[in-house]
């Protein structure tokens, strides 16, 4: 009887620190895991804000290319050019009532 009672006490504290030892060890894995969560969030959000920098630019080449496009000057060279249309001349003008 003796025996049991000299070891209960070095049971109860060997438990005690092993749970301790589980709670710390938990601990430890989960700020590890939150800290690559984050770390692979920035990431992503670098990503994710580069190419939204790539679209900007492409939106404003877009705009700027849509600009050429409709520039009369434009417009009038292809209309002579191609399908060889002209200001036209005074007697050419009617007016409808």
């Known amino acids: 009887m003796n ?3 000299s070891q209960a006490p070095y ?4 438990g005690m620190w092993a749970l301790l030892m589980v709670i710390f060890i938990t601990e430890l894995l989960l700020y590890t895991w939150f800290r690559v969560q984050c770390t692979q ?5 670098s ?5 939204q920098q790539r679209q900007i630019m492409l939106q404003n080449n877009l705009k700027i290319e849509l600009a050429r496009l409709k520039s009369p000057e434009r ?6 050019d191609r399908f060889g249309l002209d200001i036209p001349r005074a007697e050419q ?4 009532p």
């Not at 990503?47 to 190419?51: D, H, V, Y």
């Not at 417009?75 to 002579?80: G, L, T």
């Not at 003008?93 to 409808?96: D, R, T, V």
């Open 3 to 5: 025996k049991k009672r």
């Open 11 to 14: 049971l109860q504290h060997a």
């Open 41 to 45: 969030i920035g990431y992503e959000t």
């Open 47 to 51: 990503r994710a804000m580069e190419t």
């Open 75 to 80: 417009i009038v060279k292809i209309a002579k």
């Open 93 to 96: 003008i009617m007016s409808l």
